[in-house]
């Protein structure tokens, strides 16, 4: 029988949450580099290209072979700018979660397949060992209604926040800064969420709203 989320309902403009886990559990994020080269690729999928910024490096005199090479590889790598929309994110050491919409039917399947892909190509590399990083497939749930939308992203956001350590520099990546207004990413939206806060509950800040739910957790309310 199927595991649960095995089987994935994809339909048109649909709401998802995407996430997966390290095979056995182990950590698939091993310091911040590893982070980075994530959020990067998450970057070169979902930021729209510049054709003309490419057409411009290609032609430069001094250009090297291998620059040449990497310039042509990234002109072709897909991309889905105009496909996906990422809503909110948060990486933990061993699994990761995405809140995403998609234009079309298809859309998800093929980025994250191209995602997870690149990103276990470099991790083993980089680490020098084969085989599977993630536990199986990844897993997309389709998000039927408002208020699960909503305590999602609060639930990704608030499990980012319990493990960052400020004083120690130990901060968990997340889509949080761009909802409180302390970043701006081209290819984060969480405009629709904030929406809601803004026209529903505007004595309420996002802020607020998340912190509520770690207080809920720690038993102080």
């Keep these: 029988m199927p595991s649960k989320n095995a089987l994935k309902t994809y339909v048109d403009n649909g709401y998802y949450h995407i996430f997966n886990r390290g095979v056995e559990k182990r950590s698939i994020f091993l310091d911040q580099q590893d982070y980075e080269q994530f959020l990067n690729y998450l970057n070169e999928y979902l930021q729209p290209k510049d054709d003309q910024s490419f057409f411009n490096k290609l032609s430069h005199p001094g250009l090297r072979s291998r620059e040449k090479d990497k310039i042509i590889r990234m002109m072709r790598m897909n ?10 994110y948060a990486l ?14 298809v859309s998800i399947n093929t980025f994250m397949r191209s995602l997870c892909t690149r990103y276990v190509q470099f991790f083993n590399r980089k680490y020098q060992r084969v085989g599977p990083l993630f536990q199986g497939v990844y897993k997309a749930v389709l998000i039927k209604d408002q208020s699960h939308y909503l305590h999602l992203s609060r639930y990704m956001h608030a499990q980012t926040l319990k493990f960052t350590d400020v004083d120690h520099n130990i901060v968990q990546p997340s889509s949080y800064p761009e909802y409180i207004g302390d970043r701006k990413t081209a290819w984060v939206h969480p405009q ?13 800040s996002y802020a607020q709203f998340v912190s509520e739910y770690r207080d809920l957790e720690s038993g102080e309310l």
């Design 79 to 88: 991309n889905f700018s105009g496909e996906i929309s990422l809503i909110a």
């Design 92 to 105: 933990m050491p061993n699994h990761f979660h995405l809140l995403v919409k998609q234009k079309n039917s």
């Design 192 to 204: 629709e969420i904030l929406s809601f806060f803004n026209n529903s509950y505007p004595a309420l």
